[in-house]
């Protein structure tokens, strides 16, 4: 079983569509948790970066993590066809530089 | 703007050459890492390092070494490539320990 599950999709909405992208995580000792997006061609670059459990927001997106659960998910808000791409979870325990990343989920935006 | 560039951003290359990857980060991170990434597999850290002339193995060390003789520069090497190799190579950089990896555009590498 992998760490760190997240179904690759594809995924597609209409745009103005909210989305949802989820993981599952078996370690109890992650603690960082980060969303990345990464556009065909080109590599990941950081969205939204969490510790422990709770809310974050910025402009249309917002990461959610629910650690009793294990759960870790991405919310886009009047999805733009812009939001097109493979969005990546990846966590990491304290102290511990290496990331566990999901396999990724190719989301379109349909205008 | 954090930039880490990588040399090449396709390489076709034939089994048993020896490949050099290169990655250049501006920002005087502390730290460096490789990864492949793969359909299906996500990705996996190869190799990374905290400083100059260190190195630490990650979780698919085996068929690559690396080198970072100066803070800025970090190169991964096939030694004799193979097919299994054929993959996106991505490159990340990070100031200090914990802090966001920054990647690179990534190097296709096929090797036939």
């Known amino acids: 079983q992998k760490e760190v599950e997240q179904d690759p999709g594809p995924l597609s909405v209409p745009e103005g569509a909210i989305v949802s992208l989820n993981c599952t995580y078996s370690?109890?000792?992650?603690?960082?948790f980060m969303w990345y997006r990464q556009y065909s061609r080109k590599g990941p670059e950081l969205l939204m970066y969490t510790y422990s459990s709770g809310n974050k927001e910025d402009g249309r997106f917002t990461a959610q993590v629910d650690k009793s659960s294990k759960y870790i998910s991405l919310f886009i808000r009047d999805s733009q066809p812009s939001d097109s791409a493979t969005y990546l979870c990846?966590?990491?325990?304290?102290?511990?530089?290496?990331?566990?990343f999901g396999t990724g989920t190719r989301l379109t935006i349909i205008p | 703007d954090v930039k880490v560039t990588q040399s090449s951003r396709y390489l076709v290359k034939r089994t048993g050459e020896k490949v050099f990857l290169e990655c250049v980060q501006d920002?005087?991170?502390?730290?460096m890492f490789w990864y492949r990434q793969d359909p299906g597999l996500g990705l996996r850290l190869i190799y990374f390092?905290?400083?100059?002339?260190?190195?630490e193995k990650g979780d698919i060390p085996e068929g690559y070494s690396v080198s970072r003789e100066k803070k800025e520069r970090f190169s991964l090497i096939l030694e004799s490539a193979s097919t299994n190799q054929t993959s996106m190579y991505l490159c990340?950089?990070?100031?200090?320990?914990?802090?966001?990896?920054?990647f690179g555009p990534g190097t296709r590498l096929t090797v036939l």
């Open positions: 390092s905290y400083d100059v002339k260190m190195k």
């Open positions: 370690n109890s000792a992650f603690q960082y």
């Open positions: 990846a966590t990491r325990t304290i102290g511990n530089e290496k990331l566990t």
């Open positions: 920002m005087d991170h502390e730290n």
């Open positions: 990340a950089s990070s100031p200090q320990r914990g802090d966001t990896q920054y």
